[in-house]
């Protein structure tokens, strides 16, 4: 976690993203803006959430993927604990899932990283005066699923659904094979058949899909939420 002092009359920036490169190059671009100054960093959910209670940045730039926790949980913490604090993820995930839960989450703006420079520095300017920010891309999903665009429904066993409530919570195979009585490799099963049924390559995303459709233990046929 890295933290500095602001110039006098700037709109204070907090990087949260757990590649190091990524910090270094958004620090380089912001710190070249005039108006603008970094006065925290952060690569993983714990380190963030102390830094943004620390240092009260304007905006905080948050990364989805983050070790700890995520970033929801940061949004989450940022919403309950820094209201003044203003979130624009900066993402490179254009999934409604990602989408949906982050604004559930209170983030002022989602933009995707292949924005350019001067859509950064615009987003971190509007988000600073109260404007939620939008990445064209992201809008266009949004839209698509505000017109009413159909999923297809996804049938998860109710033992299937036990599961990913639980990788929702953050727990790992292990976690969740002691809770639901079954053997590590009877879980690792049921997450890669989880994983298939919801077109996602990873537990994140599983967890995010959860989270948006408001999975908790129980058994049915999920559909979208709307």
Do not use: F
Request: hydrophobic share 45%.
């Amino acid at each position: 976690m890295h933290q500095a002092a602001e110039p006098a009359g700037s709109v204070t920036v907090a990087i949260i993203d757990d590649h190091a490169l990524v910090r270094a190059g958004l620090r380089e671009l912001i710190e070249a803006e005039a108006g603008l100054s970094v006065v925290g960093e952060a690569d993983d959910t714990e380190g963030a959430i102390a830094m943004l209670v620390a240092r009260h940045p304007q905006v905080a730039l948050v990364d989805l993927e983050l070790p700890g926790g995520g970033g929801i949980a940061v949004l989450q913490a940022a919403a309950q604990r820094v209201p003044e604090t203003r979130c624009l993820v900066v993402s490179a995930y254009d999934d409604y899932a990602y989408i949906s839960a982050a604004l559930d989450a209170a983030a002022a703006g989602y933009l995707l990283k292949t924005a350019d420079r001067a859509e950064l520095v615009e987003a971190i300017v509007a988000v600073a005066k109260g404007t939620t920010v939008l990445d064209r891309e992201v809008a266009r999903r949004l839209h698509r699923r505000w017109r009413g665009e159909q999923e297809p429904e996804i049938a998860l066993s109710p033992r299937e659904t036990d599961v990913l409530a639980l990788i929702a919570r953050g727990a790992p195979n292990k976690k969740i094979a002691a809770e639901l009585g079954l053997g590590i490799r009877t879980v690792e099963g049921y997450v890669s058949n989880i994983l298939a049924k919801l077109h996602v390559s990873s537990r994140t995303e599983a967890a995010l899909w959860a989270h948006e459709h408001r999975v908790g233990a129980g058994p049915g046929t999920i559909s979208p939420s709307r």
